[in-house]
């Protein structure tokens, strides 16, 4: 009787590899689920043949990419040519199909077998969205006539059924998902944005735009793509600064999607919300737009002075809001349009794209066009999941008036307010390939210079950072355990802000995992969050671990310029502190550098906490001076 031996990827090196987090396991599974490693997704000899083999294969749109063995055929049946095909079931995607001729296979090893290519039912074209097929799938062996596939020469025969999970990107993944050589996704990340895409039977890349900006604005689900209340989401607009969560600057650059996951993770285990602003919410909308779809066909948009929007605006996690720093009073998320409590967008970044839009065609586009707002060459659309959602299917022109219906009548502005904000920063407008795409040639500017263009705040004095010469700390890196630090973060909070210890119920501790940024260095962070339903009643202690000392001034330098350019209060500058180190911040943040640490504290409860703890973390740091140790050893403390 004819049977399925093994079912494996047609190419073991288009195999991109799984990452997954032991949690992601106990996300949406109904079956149990391990990672193929080495291209086999199904084998009968296994003993664990029903236990999910996940993987993701990526492959030109219209390659076969599956190979199906089919043995216990007979000599009859081999003599014409056979069709397989997979039953569609619910919770798979597309059938599979693979066709086999007599005289034109050579990769038989025993002569009652078939290896059978396959591919998706249907032929692919341009806007064919991602495959997806998860689940037990049913396959059946039809005994065609000779030039004619709906005829068969014997009753169809039933394969039985084969568990899989398996992914098929058509499209180039960009630079983001590589490590050391490998393409590297997480599965939870393809479960969230390519399970909804299956559940709602997308099909061109308009509805993929759609639903995953939907998705990232939390007005549909992730998983089912169901259609959800922007206010159930696990992530909130910041209305404090509208600082960024994710590592993200005005121009794209760096973006942590591990952190992002783990705001995802912490949702679902402890309920905490994670606060975002419009870079975030443009990157996660951009890396996962390229499971889908040419990631070349997505800019990325920067614009100051912005301006107000529309109390029909839906706020990422808050909802109606036409005031975006409202300072988590929802009282105030929407006020009079001529109110002078009315706040503005000081800039913001989104994202745009259009079928017909390929900028990698020519050398340096983005240098050559340099203002989005007047290319004309082709159609361009918008795509906005923090001020929204803008799905992807309007012009510019549309967008900016759906955004705010009274554009350009000042009257129904703040108007001092707006000229004081037009007065003190540049105008600018701008766009590039964000995460993703091209490297395109860029204006040399140096870090200040590159703040002054943006906004024309006070300068910060570098040269208080610098140390005395023979300092132990310009040569050697710290030696401790950062996991100490932490695990005293906590106390410290504590005997500050309470003065007293802080019982069960009250704190919720979030570790978040080490993440490298776009230099190397290693990132850790811990979240002490006072109330698991706020999104910004937390502290926070983040360490960049570098080489050196030079390479933490460095590091310290870019992040105040990151945060300069997003933040609603941009002013950065030396601080009042008791502790011997240097430190530089603002009502929300606080940074310094021990060593090859830059250490970062930040909180939205201002200046009457946050100075203490930054201090009494620095003296923690300065207590451990006799751990310093060789610059070679530099990332051992994040261990």
């Known amino acids: 009787m004819p049977s399925i031996d093994r079912i494996e990827l047609e190419l073991p090196s288009q195999k991109a590899k799984l990452v997954i987090d032991k949690s992601d396991l106990d996300l949406q599974d109904k079956n149990k689920v391990t ?22 294969h990526v492959t030109a749109p219209g390659c076969t990419y599956l190979k199906v063995t089919v043995s216990g055929l007979t000599e009859s049946q081999k003599k014409g040519r056979l069709l397989l095909l997979s039953e569609k ?52 062996l039809h005994m065609a006539e000779e030039g004619d596939w709906s005829t068969d020469r014997e009753a169809p025969i039933d394969l039985g059924s084969t568990a899989l999970e398996f992914y098929v990107l058509k499209h180039k993944l960009p630079k983001l998902f590589e490590s050391d050589g490998d393409i590297e996704i997480p599965l939870l990340l393809l479960r969230m944005f390519l399970g909804a895409a299956l559940e709602q039977k997308v099909q061109t890349h308009l509805q993929w735009v759609s639903l995953v900006t939907r998705i990232s604005h939390g007005s549909a689900e992730p998983f089912s793509g ?32 591990n952190q992002w996951l783990a705001a995802y993770r912490n949702w679902t285990t402890k309920k905490i919300i994670t606060s975002v602003n419009c870079y975030d919410q443009a990157a996660i909308v951009e890396v996962a737009l390229s499971l889908g779809m040419d990631y070349n066909q997505v800019a990325w948009e920067y614009h100051q002075v912005f301006g107000y929007i529309s ?41 745009s794209w259009g079928p017909d839009f390929h900028p990698e065609k020519e050398e340096e586009f983005y240098h050559d066009n340099e203002d989005p707002k007047e290319y004309t060459t082709t159609a361009i659309y918008i795509i906005d999941a923090c001020a929204g959602p803008h799905v ?13 219906q009274n554009s350009g009548n000042t009257e129904k502005y703040p108007v001092e307010k707006l000229a004081d904000l037009k007065r003190k920063n540049s105008a600018i407008s701008y766009w590039n390939s964000g995460l993703t795409g091209l490297s395109s040639t860029v204006k040399n500017y140096t870090l200040q210079a590159l703040q002054d263009s943006y906004y ?31 695990d005293q973060f906590a106390e410290i909070v504590q005997h500050i802000k309470f003065k007293r210890p802080i019982t069960g119920g009250e704190w919720i501790e979030v570790e978040i995992e080490n993440e490298k940024d776009e230099f190397g260095n290693i990132i850790t962070e811990r979240k002490i969050y006072e109330d698991a339903a706020l999104a910004l009643s937390y ?36 601080q009042d502190s008791k502790s011997t180190i240097t430190m530089i911040g603002g009502q929300y943040l606080k940074l310094f550098i021990y060593a090859n640490l830059m250490v970062e504290v930040d909180c939205l409860d201002g200046d009457d906490y946050l100075q203490a703890v930054a201090d009494a973390v620095a003296e923690k740091l300065i207590g451990d001076e006799e751990k310093l140790a060789k610059p070679d050893q530099w990332g051992a403390c994040a261990n």
């Open 456 to 486: 024309k705040g006070e300068s910060i004095e570098w040269s208080a950072l610098e140390l005395p010469p023979g300092s132990p700390l310009l040569s050697k890196v710290y030696g401790g355990k950062l996991s100490t630090i932490q």
């Open 392 to 404: 992807g299917d309007e012009s510019r022109d549309i967008y900016l008036k759906q955004l705010d």
């Open 539 to 574: 502290f926070s202690l983040r360490v960049t671990v570098t080489p050196s000392n030079k390479a933490a001034t460095e590091s310290i330098k870019d992040r105040t310029m990151k945060f300069s350019l997003s933040s609603n209060v941009p002013t950065l500058k030396k």
């Open 35 to 56: 990672i193929s490693e080495d291209g086999i997704l199904y084998d009968r000899n296994d003993p664990n043949k029903s236990v999910e083999r996940a993987a993701v």
């Open 311 to 351: 109390s029909k605006t839906e706020l990422v996690g808050w909802g109606p809001c036409n005031n975006p720093y409202f300072y988590n009073d929802q009282k105030k998320m929407i006020v009079e349009d001529d109110d002078e409590s009315r706040w503005a967008f000081r800039n913001h970044a989104h994202l």
């Open 226 to 257: 169901e259609d959800k209340d922007t206010k159930a989401h696990w992530l909130k607009y910041q209305t404090f600064t509208g600082a960024a969560s994710f590592g993200v600057g005005p121009y794209g650059g760096e973006f942590r999607l």
């Open 89 to 140: 079931t619910e919770g798979l995607g597309r059938q599979i199909r693979g066709e086999w001729s007599p005289g034109h296979q050579t990769e038989e090893s025993e002569p009652d077998t078939a290896v059978i290519h396959c591919l998706s039912f249907y032929q692919e074209h341009q806007n064919c969205p991602p495959d997806l097929f998860r689940g037990q799938l049913n396959w059946k």
